[in-house]
């Protein structure tokens, strides 16, 4: 059974930092890809950054060097590094785990709210 489990979640002020953590049992991060996305009252669940096996990492353009996603494959865990975090990306966060055949996995969330 796949599980992902998210942490790191919380308050902070607009300016601020806070990195988030994920760590998988059951399956692996060597995967077709890796990644999170997050979702806001209100909207629709979005791509924030994502890591494929080849490396090659894909940022949403309103985070793009501010964000860094990273992963310990020795771990089995993934983080996300936010800085100079706005308002705007107050949102619950999700961590996911896109196997080869497509089958999506999900962690069950982490709030990250950002006060102006």
């Known amino acids: 059974q796949v599980q992902l489990v998210e942490s790191g979640g919380g308050l902070v002020q607009a300016g601020g930092s806070l990195s988030l953590s994920c760590t998988a049992s059951?399956?692996?991060?060597?995967?077709?890809?890796i990644g999170w996305y997050r979702q806001a009252p209100g909207k629709q669940r979005e791509l924030v950054a994502r890591i494929y096996r080849e490396r090659i990492t894909d940022y949403a353009d309103a985070v793009k060097g501010r964000f860094t996603i990273s992963r310990d494959n020795a771990k089995n865990t993934m983080s996300l590094q936010m800085n100079s975090l706005k308002p705007e990306d107050t949102a619950v966060y999700y961590c996911n785990v896109q196997t080869w055949t497509f089958e999506n996995y999900w962690g069950q969330g982490t709030q990250v709210t950002v006060s102006s």
């Open positions: 059951g399956t692996t991060f060597s995967n077709r890809a």
